[in-house]
């Protein structure tokens, strides 16, 4: 049975073909008239609400019963949210938005600036498409030609590494291969600093200047046996070829760290050490220099690479960073008791900021109002 007609039963919006396939799946077995009463009953509880694993599972599962029908419902379903919270998905949007003027235009632009070694500024976006002899910049990302034996010796001669910069706006999101293979995603309102060609011999070193990065580093072995670096204002994570998030956004007091796959040494100003096993994480207090490591879901970590937000009891006021960033918005709140409420749920980036916006609200007693690109929360 695919759960979103459940969801559409509960709230009376069956079509006629529809009902019928219900009908007939709930008068199956009693198994699956509990399943509906049970979801009926506890459709407005908290618990169920906020419990995001159980709800996640819950519909996955379902999707999981008839795969190839089955899915069609569950694509069109995470096509409009990839859960925010069961109730978002039962209760249809209440209207309690007072706005002047809705910009519904707001989202990911996918532009980037990409300064060169004498400060020249070239703006890259997927309707610009550039290849000269260092790199090639087409649709969303920018990949570095590695060079030849030539051009390596060159390199290796040169007195001075050569640097670009690629920096990401609030609202842009941008990939870059490096001449060594390695690729990186920039998340919004982020820079990095990279050589445009590595030389043998030296480690491979890469700065992240401020923002959040996802990297997948080419082996080691495939480079000589060159480790790499990604270094920040406080810290260094050394790695020989892994999956690994770096999250340093200059507003933030905590520089995070997340490992996907392989291993990595961070190290801080004050030479304190740790290595991170996947799906564990490293914080480093910025005020302090104190080091903390803890488990996580790290593949959660990395949803903002794959098109998703993924709140795992997130506050309000970080999860308004995030909208913040990625659609280039002001977000302010008239009753600063609002930033601490917490949620749970995974959507996806391609929506309008106003549909985010009503999943959150939708599950509170918040209310929110939009001019321009300036967004008040209230109670």
Not at 175 to 181: E, P, R, Y
Request: glycine residues 4%.
């Amino acid at each position: 049975m695919e759960f979103f007609l459940i969801i559409k039963k509960i709230n009376n919006t069956l079509s006629e073909e529809e009902k019928i396939a219900f009908d007939k799946w709930y008068s199956e077995s009693e198994k699956h008239r509990a399943y509906f009463k049970s979801v009926q009953e506890n459709k407005n509880s908290k618990k169920y609400l906020f419990d995001k694993e159980k709800n996640w599972k819950a519909i996955k599962g379902k999707a999981n019963i008839k795969k190839k029908t089955t899915w069609k419902y569950y694509a069109a379903a995470a096509s409009i949210a990839l859960l925010f919270s069961i109730s978002y998905l039962f209760n249809p949007i209440n209207e309690k938005v007072n706005t002047t003027e809705i910009t519904t235009d707001v989202g990911y632009n996918n532009k980037a600036i990409l300064t060169l070694d004498d400060g020249k500024e070239i703006l890259l976006s997927k309707d610009h498409k550039i290849e000269n002899a260092l790199f090639k910049s087409e649709d969303k990302s920018i990949a570095y030609k590695k060079a030849n034996t030539k051009q390596s010796e060159e390199i290796a001669t040169q007195p001075e590494i050569i640097y670009n910069y690629l920096t990401t706006k609030k609202g842009g999101e941008f990939s870059l291969t490096l001449a060594d293979g390695t690729k990186v995603w920039l998340n919004s309102e982020s820079k990095l600093k990279y050589p445009v060609s590595f030389i043998k011999g030296q480690p491979r070193t890469v700065e992240l200047i401020y923002g959040e990065a996802y990297f997948e580093v080419s082996s080691s072995k495939k480079n000589s046996g060159d480790g790499f670096n990604v270094l920040n204002s406080l810290q260094r994570v050394s790695v020989l070829g892994t999956h690994f998030n770096v999250k340093a956004y200059p507003e933030d007091h905590l520089i995070t760290t997340s490992l996907i796959e392989g291993k990595v040494l961070v190290e801080n100003n004050e030479k304190i050490k740790m290595y991170l096993e996947p799906n564990e994480e490293i914080t480093l207090n910025v005020l302090t220099l104190e080091m903390q490591k803890k488990e996580v879901n790290a593949k959660e970590k990395i949803s903002w690479v794959k098109g998703y937000f993924s709140f795992d009891n997130t506050s309000l006021l970080e999860i308004t960073k995030t909208l913040s960033r990625c659609y280039d918005v002001d977000i302010s709140f008239e009753d600063e008791k609002i930033k601490d409420l917490r949620f749970n749920g995974v959507l996806s980036k391609k929506q309008d900021i106003k549909f985010v916006l009503d999943a959150i609200i939708n599950t509170t007693d918040i209310t929110y109002e939009i001019e321009n690109r300036k967004i008040k929360f209230r109670k």
